[in-house]
């Protein structure tokens, strides 16, 4: 469960304060899988970072009553001069693994990069940046997962890997996501959270979400 409390997020602008959620309070369960739906410029990417602690709220406080994934994206948001092991093992000590060497390995293999992963990333192509971010974003275990546009990538054997991996996951664990892939929501979410002028409104069925989404 994560309890927003009074938050207010906003940046200032030219014409003043541009919100993104004004005095939400809201709370999103932990037993379902949530789609977060808006149109471009809402505040989606936002919220998400806001929920996984990667943003601070302008005002207010956000409560996580569970262990919460930083936004996973096949962007990622690393550090390019490091390389894929050093980077694989700086996001395990950020989250208190001191014995990285089983999760580096697991990355390098999965991503199937294979000496790339002792290059700096920056010399990446644009697959194996997403192959690495996908097998990172995989390799730590988490009760709710935040995604971000995320797919499965490279070839038709490699997406089924990514699928397989990802399905494992939510038998012990939720996920919240955007996407503009309808069909990718409804695949993936039971419910669905519409943000829309700085406001939250949830629905229970992803259905209903969807179809008000498109009055917008």
């Known amino acids: 469960m994560i309890e927003l409390q009074n938050v207010s997020k ?9 919100y993104v959620l004004k ?48 936004p996973l994206a096949l962007s990622g948001g690393f550090q390019g001069s490091m390389t894929g092991r050093e980077n694989t093992r700086f996001i395990c000590r950020i989250h208190g693994i001191y014995d990285t060497r089983p999760v580096e390995e697991w990355v390098k ?34 009760d709710t997962y935040l ?14 890997k990514c699928n397989d991996v990802f399905e494992q996951k939510q038998q012990s664990a939720n996920l919240i996501m955007v996407s503009h ?5 409804r695949r993936q979410c039971d ?15 992803i259905e209903e979400a969807i179809a008000r989404y498109t009055t917008l």
């Open 191 to 205: 419910m669905g959270i519409l943000l829309h002028q700085g406001e939250l409104t949830l629905y229970p069925d």
């Open 109 to 142: 293999a999965f991503s199937e990069i294979d000496q790339a992963f002792e290059l700096p990333i920056k010399n990446y192509s644009s697959g194996m940046k997403s192959k690495f971010s996908f097998a990172v974003s995989m390799a730590f275990e988490f």
């Open 147 to 160: 995604i971000d546009e995320i797919t499965a990538v490279g070839d038709a054997r490699f997406k089924k």
């Open 10 to 18: 906003y940046y200032p602008t030219r014409f003043g304060r541009q």
């Open 181 to 185: 892939d309808m069909g990718t929501l």
């Open 23 to 70: 005095e939400v309070a809201f709370t999103l369960p932990a037993d379902r899988n949530i789609a977060i739906l808006g149109a471009n410029g809402a505040g989606k990417s936002t919220l998400l970072r806001l929920l996984g602690g990667m943003d601070m709220p302008s005002r207010g406080k956000i409560v996580r009553h569970n262990r919460v994934s930083w």
